[in-house]
């Protein structure tokens, strides 16, 4: 997207998402505050995407259409445990992951449940623009390509090659659907959107 956008796209990636340590949300008060200074220097900055929460641009743009996609926790869970685990940063999400017994430690935390819900918070997705999830994102990208005027090109599939595949036991999966029940009920509304 920003190769298409060029400086009409702001990337922010790297907010550390679920920490909650001191220093994650120092960096993301000082990201915020970088924006500002980039967005009130240029003022060209017409789509903002990358992982961070909802909250963050909420009073710089409050009529601000959004969009997300949304993944199933099923997935997303293991995913960003696996994620963690063979990340090379060394912060505090890292850190914790890789002291991880296994991956139920993983799963019955706090900060790894109902990731998605957090990050949109206090944003619903009936009020959103665009609402995609993982399995069709082919069709979120036509769709977005529409919204922002600039034709994106579809992927073969939004997954890691690399990645490993989440057979997990039955017992376990129903712990991922326990502690993210909102995450699991956001999901459900998103595929039937």
């Not at 710089?60 to 685990?85: C, E, G, H, M, W």
């Not at 790894?112 to 082919?138: A, E, H, R, T």
């Amino acid at each position: 997207m920003k190769e298409k956008m060029k400086d009409e796209a702001y990337l922010d990636y790297g907010d550390r998402i679920t920490d909650v340590s001191f220093e994650a949300k120092q960096t993301r008060a000082k990201r915020k505050l970088q924006f500002l200074t980039d967005y009130q220097s240029s003022h060209k900055a017409k789509i903002i995407h990358g992982h961070f929460y909802a909250t963050k641009y909420l009073d710089i743009f409050p009529n601000a259409q959004y969009v997300t996609i949304v993944r199933d926790p099923r997935s997303l869970v293991p995913s960003y445990y696996s994620y963690l685990k063979r990340s090379r940063q060394n912060n505090y999400l890292t850190r914790f992951a890789k002291n991880c017994s296994s991956l139920e430690e993983f799963i019955d935390h706090e900060w790894f449940q109902n990731i998605v819900s957090k990050q949109l918070y206090p944003l619903d997705i009936s009020s959103m623009c665009l609402v995609g999830v993982q399995q069709k994102y082919n069709e979120y990208l036509k769709r977005l390509s529409e919204i922002v005027g600039v034709a994106l090109e579809e992927v073969n599939e939004n997954v890691n090659p690399k990645g490993p595949e989440y057979n997990l036991p039955s017992g376990l999966v129903a712990r991922i659907e326990a502690n993210n029940s909102d995450d699991m009920e956001l999901y459900f509304k998103a595929l039937n959107q």
